[in-house]
């Protein structure tokens, strides 16, 4: 019977294909299914009360199915922290025979949308985990109740950033220097403020920028008037005909 361990949160998850702890390395690595100590596994972080119903679950089921042999009582199956939050364990073995593959533990989102396979859950996401409790009791392993993973629900996924092994250094190569300004929208009236307002400096009396000053039109004197009779009384054009300005 499947239990759900509701909104947690995801640590060191490795579900999209199995692992092995290598020995060498120290560290956990892809591997086959039917390899030795493979499995599909996951840690999470849960609060107090959460972990109180898991255990509770954990116990009744240990219970239910505890051999004669086996010890009245299993182990603290988390790991408490100093926050009150208390860390456990699930997982799925590649195989449980040595030859029959197991399934990948199915993964949705939170419309209940199955994610495809391979998808890669990541550390500090939130989800809920649907697991089985299998309690075992063995000199070789010791006493208690696995958590067999069977589905996970993603609730909040949280992206993937690589972290970097390197320290920031006040000194160095810095990629950002020199790159070069955002260029300025010329359609984005701007007024520049090393620009003196006409208005500050110039009287209003006084003539505007950059307009040629007017000048009063000069007043054409008149031209004496000139007999235009001699002296005979005749009319004489000669005298007016000399005046006449061709322009």
Not at 52 to 63: N, P, R, S, V
Not at 67 to 83: A, C, H
Not at 172 to 180: A, H, K, N, R, V
Request: net charge negative; aromatic share 8%; glycine share 6%.
């Amino acid at each position: 019977m499947s239990y759900l361990i509701e909104k947690v949160e995801i640590l060191y998850p490795r579900l999209n294909k199995t692992y092995k702890f290598d020995q060498v390395e120290n560290r956990s690595v892809p591997c086959g299914e039917l390899e030795t100590g493979a499995k599909y596994e996951t840690s999470f972080r849960m609060d107090s009360a959460t972990a109180k119903a898991l255990m509770g679950h954990m116990a009744t089921e240990y219970i239910a199915k505890r051999k004669d042999s086996w010890p009245e009582k299993i182990p603290m199956p988390f790991v408490k922290g100093e926050d009150d939050m208390y860390v456990g364990k699930a997982n799925l073995k590649g195989s449980y025979d040595g030859v029959e593959k197991t399934r990948a533990p199915k993964q949705y989102d939170s419309k209940n949308t199955e994610l495809p396979e391979g998808f890669e859950l990541t550390t500090g996401s939130t989800a809920s985990l649907a697991v089985e409790a299998v309690p075992y009791s063995a000199p070789s392993v010791g006493t208690g109740v696995s958590l067999r993973l069977r589905a996970v629900q993603v609730i909040e996924h949280k992206p993937y950033v690589a972290a970097s092994p390197f320290a920031t250094l006040d000194e160095g190569f810095d990629s950002t220097e020199g790159m070069p300004e955002e260029e300025e929208n010329p359609f984005v009236a701007q007024k520049d403020a090393s620009v003196v307002d006409a208005a500050d400096v110039f009287d209003e009396g006084d003539a505007a920028i950059g307009e040629p000053p007017v000048e009063e039109p000069k007043k054409k004197k008149k031209a004496k008037s000139k007999a235009l009779r001699n002296e005979e009384g005749e009319l004489d054009l000669s005298d007016l005909v000399a005046d006449w300005d061709d322009d």
